[in-house]
């Protein structure tokens, strides 16, 4: 019973969400308060429905239901019950109705949240974020069904696939799709823009908190995703450009331009129309992630390949949602004034160019993940664009960025001189430099992009720095240091994440250029040497899983004759899903990870064991998580808190373009 009305919330939240498309922009065209007013509730029952119809579908997995065929094929009794709550959305449909619950709760914040909004804007906004819903709720319905019974009812589930079963997959999903979904109130708020026909101050203030949200759960979801793959493939690798990864990185590189887009359109009103399509692109990148993803056009560890007439419906929504806003975009940008000029050399050129090089590296991700699939279409030839492509194409844009984003932030708005603006940051460069230099003296045999991506990293770090010294004025120690602690939440949070991003080149500076590894077949008792540490295969024997057999091995590592550790890698066997999987067994550290790899038995005796040293891999999540928090501390400055004045008295009916 539980199980149907979950069922009939949905298709109920599917009529409140046409009613909230339709009566609150019909209220906005008119100037009819009573009409704009159905938003907010509209938005805050549509939540609920989809929150009770989610809360049914878990109960059904916690419970085992195997009267639901989504439950008789992602779970089993035997699953832990973290994995059977993972279940719900470990699967096409599952996540397509988290994907629906994550865009009714942002519509519903908006709601809430949004008092300070003109009620012409808020109507709007929450008109096309019920727009988007409506779409979504009809593909879910239609073709994705979640609720769909089996008859008979079988005794026992198939399980999800094991390669899913893990902490770092149950939590990675829910933050992408906040990352995802939250693009969509960009979206919103871009299209609201265009129809009302004005882009200002105001707007961009607005717009940033919901890109700042949604680019912090990205980043923490790809974050999540990359280190689960890290430890759990057994593949040793941190990133594989994978077309899936880069279904997440596309929307994130863009998300990021907007961010700082918008901040000229708040401080000086420039690029407007650039920063509109940027939010247009940003959600149009998400639902071609979506697309790839769940089209069935490619294969992957974690896509849900299936029925084809699931990519076609995704593919109709891009069309319409981006042929529609492009198309309301082309009408209206010519009216977008540029109310601030700025010199060559300023604060808005950094900006510029910023923008230009994350959205150049994003278009060098897109077409090597499209055009195998473009090739295929149109030519009939199978291609395949690996790791080699994408890091020679994308790594120069971001070495480029590396070398701007400290001296953009020190340069003035409107008009400054490049070189007093770089004046403070000498001693940086210097020392970002020595440091280069000394890494690619210590190194042997090694190319010097390892120590080049180090010093990037350096300078990144420094300038961040030097960036919120240069905040504090002049004076003595304690003056400056007090100034420090009542810097706005911004500035920290920017500090942060630049921080956070130098952390992070380090660590695939560190790994790409550093790794040590050795492949070789291991008997017991015997040892072998790599990287400076001695290890020992001591024993290997079965171990009984809540669901799964494993061979476990207990590996002695030792380095300069004292023991450091005994790792235990593992090979898993599902007999539900009769699928292995590879445990990987790390002991990470400061400047290096060991990393070892339980193979399978050799016929000629003993074991197949890989094993690496990866230099500063754990700098690599260690960035990610403190760009995430530099967003974090922006996100609670107070200046989003407060109603932005300027438009606060704005009559409720669209005004004309400027």
């Keep these: 019973m539980i199980v149907e009305l979950g069922h009939f919330a949905l298709v109920l939240a599917l009529f409140v969400a046409a009613v909230q498309t339709v009566l609150p922009m019909i209220g906005a065209q008119k100037g009819w308060p009573g009409w704009m007013a159905v938003a907010e509730p509209a938005a805050t029952t549509q939540f609920l429905l989809v929150a009770f119809s989610f809360a049914a579908l878990t109960y059904a997995f916690v419970t085992d239901d195997f009267s639901l065929r989504l439950v008789v094929d992602n779970s089993n009794t035997l699953k832990p019950m973290l994995y059977k709550v993972a279940g719900v959305w470990g699967n096409h449909e599952g ?195 979506t697309f790839i993803v769940r089209s069935g056009v490619i294969t992957s560890v974690h896509a849900f390949a299936t029925d084809p007439t699931r990519g076609v419906f995704i593919l109709g929504l891009i069309a319409a949602f981006m042929g529609a806003a492009l198309t309301l975009f082309a009408i209206r940008a010519p009216a977008m004034e540029a109310k601030g000029v700025f010199s060559t050399v300023s604060r808005e050129t950094a900006l510029v160019l910023n923008n230009v090089l994350l959205a150049v590296a994003c278009f060098v991700v897109f077409i090597g993940t499209i055009w195998p699939l473009v090739a295929e279409l149109a030519f009939n030839r199978k291609l395949s664009v690996g790791a080699p492509f994408f890091d020679l194409a994308f790594t120069p844009f971001m070495m480029a960025l590396a070398v701007i984003l400290p001296i953009g932030t020190l340069l003035p708005w409107k008009r400054g001189r490049l070189a007093r603006a770089a004046l403070p940051l000498r001693g940086g460069a210097v020392l970002a430099v020595a440091v280069a230099l000394l890494v690619y003296a210590v190194q042997s045999g090694h190319s010097a992009l390892g120590p080049l991506g180090v010093g990037l990293g350096v300078w990144l770090i420094l300038g961040a720095l030097t960036d919120l010294a240069s905040r504090t004025g002049r004076g003595g120690p304690m003056a400056r240091l007090g100034r420090i602690t009542r810097l706005p939440r911004a500035d920290w949070g920017r500090v942060t994440a630049h921080a956070g991003l130098g952390i992070t080149f380090i660590g695939i500076a560190g790994v790409m250029a550093w790794q040590v590894q050795d492949i070789r077949v291991a008997r017991l008792g015997q040892s072998y040497d790599v990287g400076g540490y001695n290890i020992t295969l001591k024993d290997v024997h079965q171990v009984q899983g809540p669901n799964y057999t494993a061979r476990v091995a207990d590996m002695v590592v030792t380095k300069d004759g004292r023991e450091v550790a005994v790792m235990h890698p593992s090979k898993r066997f599902y007999p539900v899903a009769g699928t292995p999987t590879t445990e990987a067994a790390i002991r990470p550290g400061f400047t290096r990870d060991l990393y070892l790899v339980l193979g399978d038995a050799q016929k000629g005796g003993g074991y197949a064991v890989r094993t690496y040293i990866k230099p500063f891999a754990m700098w690599i999540w260690s960035g990610a998580i403190i760009m995430a928090l530099g967003g974090l501390l922006s996100l609670t400055d107070r200046r989003y808190r407060i109603a932005a004045g300027a438009r606060k008295a704005a009559p409720a009916q669209a005004v004309p373009a400027e």
């Design 95 to 289: 996540s397509m109705l988290l994907w629906v619950l994550i865009l009714s709760l942002f519509g519903a914040c908006a709601a809430w949240f949004g008092g300070n909004l003109p009620p012409a804007l808020r109507a709007r906004v929450l008109s096309i974020q019920a727009l988007i819903g409506v779409a979504f709720y009809l593909f879910i319905l239609f073709t994705s069904n979640p609720f769909w019974r089996v008859d008979p009812a079988p005794m026992n589930g198939f399980g999800m696939n094991p390669l899913l079963q893990d902490p770092g997959l149950a939590f990675h999903p829910p933050f992408l799709y906040l990352g995802y979904v939250g693009l969509s109130m960009s979206f919103s708020f871009a299209v609201a823009a265009l129809i009302e026909g004005r882009v200002d101050a105001a707007w961009a203030r607005w717009v940033r908190p919901w890109t700042l949200a949604a680019w912090m759960f990205l980043t923490v979801g790809i974050a999540l995703g990359s280190l689960w793959a890290y430890y759990e493939l057994g593949w040793g690798g941190f990133w594989f450009w994978d077309p899936t990864e880069n279904a997440s990185f596309m929307p994130w590189l863009i998300a990021a331009a907007l961010l700082h887009s918008a901040i000229v359109v708040e401080k000086r009103e420039t690029l407007k129309a650039w920063t509109i399509l940027l939010a247009i692109l940003a959600f149009g990148f998400s639902l071609i992630g």
